[in-house]
C-alpha cells in the first residue's frame, strides 16, 4: 500500500527554519517525481519544489526559491524541504505527492499530474 507520510510542520518565528520530512511506504520513492505543495488559508494550491525520479533536477517556486531546498535519502525512502528565512507568507499546509517518472519537475508541475498525496503538516510563521 502506497503511504506518504510528512512530518516536521509547527510554529516558527519569522526568520526561522523547519525541515520537513516525508517517508514512503509501499514504493521507491527514487522511482517517482517527488513534490511538495503547499495551501495556505484562502488561497489556491501552489507548488513549491519538486525533484526528479533521477534527482537531476529540481524546482523551486519564485515564492521559495534562494529559501527552500529539497533533497532526498534513498535508504530512508525520504525526501525533505528545508525551509529557511521564513516569512509569514509562507503559512500553509505542506503536502508531499509523488508522480510518475515523466511528470516534469519543472514550472509545470501540477497537483493533478501526481497520485499518491500524504495528509499534510501545517506550518505556520508568526510572531
Known amino acids: 500500500q502506497v503511504q506518504l507520510v510528512e512530518s516536521g510542520g509547527g510554529l516558527v518565528q519569522p526568520g526561522g527554519s523547519l525541515r520537513l520530512s516525508c517517508a514512503a511506504s509501499?514504493?521507491?520513492?527514487?522511482?517517482?517525481?517527488m513534490g511538495w505543495f503547499r495551501q495556505a488559508p484562502g488561497k489556491d494550491h501552489e507548488a513549491v519544489s519538486c525533484?526528479?525520479?533521477?534527482?537531476?533536477?529540481?524546482y523551486y517556486g519564485s515564492s521559495v526559491k534562494g529559501r527552500f531546498t529539497i533533497s532526498r535519502d534513498r535508504a530512508k525512502n525520504t525526501v525533505y524541504l528545508q525551509m529557511n528565512s521564513l516569512k509569514p507568507e509562507d503559512t500553509g499546509v505542506y503536502y508531499c505527492?509523488?508522480?510518475?517518472?515523466?511528470?516534469?519537475?519543472?514550472?509545470?508541475?501540477?497537483?493533478?499530474?501526481?497520485?499518491?498525496w500524504g495528509k499534510g503538516t501545517p506550518v505556520t510563521v508568526s510572531s
Open positions: 525533484i526528479s525520479s533521477s534527482g537531476d533536477s529540481t
Open positions: 509501499g514504493f521507491t520513492l527514487g522511482d517517482y517525481t
Open positions: 505527492a509523488a508522480g510518475a517518472p515523466n511528470v516534469p519537475c519543472s514550472p509545470y508541475l501540477r497537483g493533478f499530474a501526481m497520485d499518491s
